[in-house]
């Protein structure tokens, strides 16, 4: 038996292997009002049928400033409730968990669908919010949030969690990763406020740690909660592994249950590395620091790669990201590959991958 293939079980919820789909931005609400379509049931259902133990929802906006552009996907309404249902039915009849990407972009929100810069308010942006009001790189500037605004955010995300239940999904993902809103406050290079929000680690994490709170709360105990960090801002001074490991731990005691470890995104001009899993010592260095399951995502593309990642002890789900683009079958080739038996889709089986 191989652990790629092997079950995890996190609270209610059991995932049939570690191969999981990682949150992708797929830009295609053609409606700009965040609610999925044709598309999405396609993308989502190749992914489901091609044997991902979990698939993970792009990230999701809890309202409408959230949304990095106006083609982005939500789920602060009803109508949007309601598009996703069917979706989150198809997947899990192929037997993958449907999990989704909380997410508010912060001073990201209101670019462009090909990501390059702002929209104006007369094209249809917004003004966007922060911790602070200093602009991303070659963005426009973002409003800083006050403090008695803050509340207003973290019952956003709990809508947003409430709704994706009622959608269907069956785990929960906060976006705190890519220099996203939750990572603007986590960072000290993007979060200079004099509030109890600002500061201290500690206060940098308050709100982070108050929307895991208030989630778990309003889910109950089933419910997996995720939380995605960048484990590195890449610059002295910035966000770091060491402060991810504490603040993932301060997570964990607020109702969290697994790290999805990525990196980078806050801030431009610095040096990432890149290369075959290049973000799993980022994995490993969180994992041996706390009790919970920790993911590892990047460049991971080939099956042998993923379970020696996960014989390594440390990592406990591999995240497929653009290999799940290139063959949305990965995991079904792969368990071909490591010698596996697994289910395949029955309509499929006349293509199932000689057994080797
Ligand atoms: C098209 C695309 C969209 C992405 N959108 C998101 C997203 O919505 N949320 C997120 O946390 N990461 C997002 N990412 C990052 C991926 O989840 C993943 O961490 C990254 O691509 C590295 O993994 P890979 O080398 O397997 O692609 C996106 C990546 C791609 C290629």
Redesign the pocket.
């Known amino acids: 038996m191989t652990k790629l293939f092997s079950p995890l079980t996190i609270r209610g919820i059991t995932a049939k292997n570690r191969a999981w789909i990682?949150?992708?931005?797929?830009y295609s609400c053609e409606n700009k009002d965040g609610v999925v379509g044709d598309f999405h049931m396609a993308h989502l259902g190749s992914l489901a049928l091609g044997g991902a133990g979990v698939v993970i929802v792009?990230?999701t906006a809890v309202r409408a400033d959230g949304r990095?552009t106006p083609w982005c996907t939500g789920i602060w309404s009803a109508e949007q409730v309601a598009a996703w249902k069917p979706i989150t039915a198809f997947v899990k009849s192929q037997g993958a968990v449907p999990a989704i990407?909380l997410?508010h972009a912060g001073r990201k929100a209101s670019t462009h669908r090909d990501g390059s810069g702002s929209i104006t308010l007369a094209d249809g942006g917004w003004q966007t919010v922060s911790s602070t009001d200093e602009a991303f790189t070659g963005y426009f500037a973002p409003r800083a949030l006050e403090t008695s605004e803050l509340r207003g955010i973290v019952d956003a995300f709990v809508t947003g969690a409430k709704n994706a239940i009622a959608a269907g999904f069956e785990a929960l993902e906060i976006?705190a990763?890519?220099g996203y809103l939750m990572h603007q406050f986590l960072s000290p290079l993007s979060n200079h406020r004099e509030d109890e929000y600002g500061g201290s680690l500690e206060n940098r994490a308050r709100l982070l740690i108050e929307t895991v709170s208030a989630i778990r709360a309003a889910v109950g105990n089933d419910v997996p909660l995720f939380i995605?960090f960048s484990a590195t801002d890449y610059r002295e001074g910035g966000w770091d592994e060491t402060q991810t490991a504490e603040v993932a731990k301060w997570c964990a005691e607020a109702g969290a249950d697994l790290f999805?470890i990525?990196s980078g995104g806050l801030i431009t001009g610095v040096q990432i590395p890149s290369g075959p899993g290049y973000?799993v010592p980022l994995s490993e260095f969180i994992a041996e620091r706390v009790a919970e399951p920790v993911t590892a995502?990047?460049?991971?593309?080939d099956a042998q790669q993923a379970e020696e990642i996960l014989q390594r002890g440390e990592v406990e789900v591999i995240?497929?990201?653009?290999?799940?683009?290139r063959d949305p079958h990965w995991p079904l080739r792969a368990a071909a590959e490591l010698g596996v038996e697994v289910h395949w889709p029955v309509q499929y089986e006349r293509g199932k991958f000689p057994k080797s």
Do not use: K, N
């Open positions: 990682a949150p992708m931005c797929m792009e990230a990095i990407q997410a976006h990763a890519h995605r999805d990525s973000q995502v990047g460049q991971i593309t995240m497929l990201g653009r290999a799940a683009l």
